[in-house]
Each structure stands twice: as C-alpha cells, then as structure tokens.
C-alpha cells in the first residue's frame, strides 16, 4: 500500500493550495480518509477527514478554509487550502481514520510565509 501526497509549495498568507493523495495497493473507495498535519515540535493532528460517504469534518482551526473530497475512480483524495496562515505551515500526509501506522507517506511540505 503506498500513498503519495503532492502540491505542497510556498505561499503567502491568505493564499490557497490544493493537495492530492493518491492511493496505490489497495482502494479507498469505502474508507474514512483524513489529511493529517504535523508542525515543527507538534504532535500530527487530523484535520481533515472524509467517510466513504462523503460526510467531511474539519478541526476548528481549519473550518471554513479548507475542503476535503475524493475521487473514487481516481483513488484519490484532496485538500482545497484557501486563506492560508502562517500557522498552516507543516508537512500534510493523508491515511485512513483511524491512522495505520504502515501507510504513512514522505507527506508534502506546506509553507505559508511572506
């Protein structure tokens, strides 16, 4: 099982990202997926998540920027950033919720600075 994040960049404050996760080795199609984050000296903190039926949760410190959604014939799910803060500044990884320890990816740095 691999999964590979991607579209992580520099961006300045108030600006928006979009990060893929795609998923090789087995499907997601009926799985709770999350996007995870994990800041210098930080524990890594859900802050995403989606079920296999597309209900979406959002930790406060996200809720009404950010967007999760999947593409089920793709095997791949995503995370619209919009009015990005320095505080989003992390390496973004996806995985099921609840995590598998396995399937942790390199992760996409993301970091929001002017």
């Known amino acids: 099982v691999q999964l590979v994040e991607s579209g992580g960049g520099l961006v300045q404050p108030g600006g928006s990202l979009r990060l893929s996760c795609a998923a090789s080795?087995?499907?997601?199609?009926?799985?709770?997926m999350g996007w995870y984050r994990q800041a210098p000296g930080k524990q890594r903190e859900l802050v995403a998540r989606i079920t296999g039926g597309g209900t979406t949760n959002y930790a406060d410190s996200v809720k009404g920027r950010f967007t999760i959604s999947r593409d089920n014939p793709q095997n791949t799910i995503y995370l619209q950033m919009n009015s990005l803060k320095p505080e989003d500044t992390a390496v973004y990884y996806c995985?099921?919720?609840?995590?598998?320890?396995?399937?942790w990816g390199q992760g996409t740095q993301v970091t929001v600075s002017s």
């Open positions: 080795g087995t499907t997601i199609i009926f799985s709770a």
């Open positions: 995985n099921k919720v609840p995590y598998i320890a396995d399937y």
